[in-house]
């Protein structure tokens, strides 16, 4: 079954009034900071965090009463699990989804308290989708693909409409790639709307299942690495999601793990929101400099996610201010008399630069028993901030080396 602009028309009346027409706002740091007229699609303030509730609530909707009875079953890493348990509950179907072992607690527990039977299993998508498949016709569930299902692509569409009608003016739109449905939902809706558009995929370097299908003419599998963008980690694209994609997509992108960081650490400063690193990756791009033709350009940013765990949302603020150089660790040889950290510490202070940790390291600090190893972590307020500090430490003969 294809999907047509008519698809995406029907599933935004199918929807309203369940799932929120986002807002679009624009954001005048982000705009500074990138050198575009920079809006942003906040489908993180959806009520389960993303944008997956789009079609989730359209498929959902579309079951027949036998199948609604029965249930509804999907593999998920969370945010279409979570779109298929929020919108389950609310029409009274059961859900059943199968997550990695490893997807993120917090989308594991809201799951859960949102009514669905949560089953963990594998280390991967790849091995919750063959597990799912089993249950699917072990208990008579219709499966319900979160990327390459038609009413799913249609729901995310709507998406895409919202955007031409809250920015009129928009040349360009940049949107995360995971399975596909996200983008060819949204392409499909802005191409037939405004062709003139620009609709721009990202991807994590980790995770370029587009790009390799691309490569390829086709979907073809990939390995996957670990990435911050966990909700774009799918091995595969959907065949019929890049289908509907590639002919409408102007360019792809992919971006790397710092620059993923970097982009949720700008969010939550300059936007004072939270996003997961799916949902930072077009931001990602405009950082990371993959985007040049977009200057002077008024542009959307899709933040289709904000399921993070606050613990690794700590670990992922600190990983982005070393991207930032705000902060920088290093190993010093000290003299272990009186007087040897004071001197170096003074050095430090002199500089403007704030001590965030010290460690000393005796055991293995070498034959010298009059010298230490320090393992030292500062506060800095720039890449040239940490040269400046690199020179003071050089020029009053502390031996150090950086370390990554």
């Keep these: 079954m294809s999907v047509s602009f008519a698809d995406i028309e029907a599933a935004r009346q199918r929807i309203a009034g369940a799932v929120a027409v986002s807002p679009c706002p624009e954001s005048v740091p982000l705009s500074e900071l990138t050198g575009s007229r920079v809006f942003c699609k906040l489908d993180n303030f959806q009520r389960t965090g993303s944008f997956k509730e789009r079609g989730a609530r359209n498929a959902l909707m579309l079951l027949d009463e036998t199948q609604k009875k029965r249930g509804a079953i999907a593999a998920s890493a969370g945010n279409h699990a979570l779109g298929l348990s929020y919108h ?11 997550m990695p072992q490893f997807a993120p607690l917090v989308k594991i527990t809201t799951c859960r ?3 669905a039977n949560v089953v963990l299993h594998g280390p991967d998508l790849a091995a919750a989708r063959h597990l799912a498949d089993e249950l ?4 008579n569930l219709t499966y319900i693909n979160g990327f390459d299902d038609a009413a799913i692509i249609a729901g995310q569409g709507t998406m895409g409409l919202e955007m031409l009608e809250q920015v009129p003016e928009v040349e360009a739109v940049v949107i995360p790639i995971g399975g596909a449905g996200l983008i060819a939902g949204v392409a499909l809706a802005i191409k037939t709307r405004a062709p003139q558009v620009l609709v721009i995929g990202v991807e994590p370097e980790n995770a370029a299942s587009y790009s390799a299908a691309l490569a390829a003419g086709h979907p073809v599998p990939i390995e996957l690495k670990p990435t911050l963008a966990d909700g774009l980690a799918v091995p595969q694209v959907g065949p019929r999601a890049f289908a509907l994609a590639k002919n409408r997509v102007n360019h792809v992108v992919t971006v790397g793990e710092d620059s993923i960081a970097l982009a949720i650490l700008r969010l939550a400063e300059l936007e004072k929101g939270v996003v997961e690193g799916a949902g930072a990756a077009p931001l990602a791009a405009c950082l990371e400099n993959k985007l040049p033709e977009l200057r002077g350009k008024t542009v959307v940013l899709a933040l289709c996610g904000g399921n993070i765990d606050p613990s690794v949302f700590c670990r992922v603020v600190e990983k982005g201010l070393v991207a930032d150089g705000r902060l920088y660790r290093f190993v010093a040889t000290i003299s272990d008399r009186p007087g040897g950290l004071a001197k170096m510490t003074q050095l430090i202070a002199g500089c403007g630069a704030s001590i965030k940790e010290i460690t000393h390291d005796r055991a293995f600090s070498g034959p010298d028993i009059t010298a230490v190893r320090v393992l030292v972590v500062v506060e800095t307020r720039d890449r040239e901030h940490i ?4 020179n003071a430490l050089h020029a009053g003969g502390v031996v150090f080396a950086a370390q990554s």
């Design 88 to 98: 389950g509950q609310l029409l009274g179907i059961p859900i059943t989804v199968v």
């Design 113 to 115: 308290k949102l009514g």
């Design 136 to 139: 699917a016709v072990q208990q």
């Design 387 to 390: 040269e400046e500090l690199q």
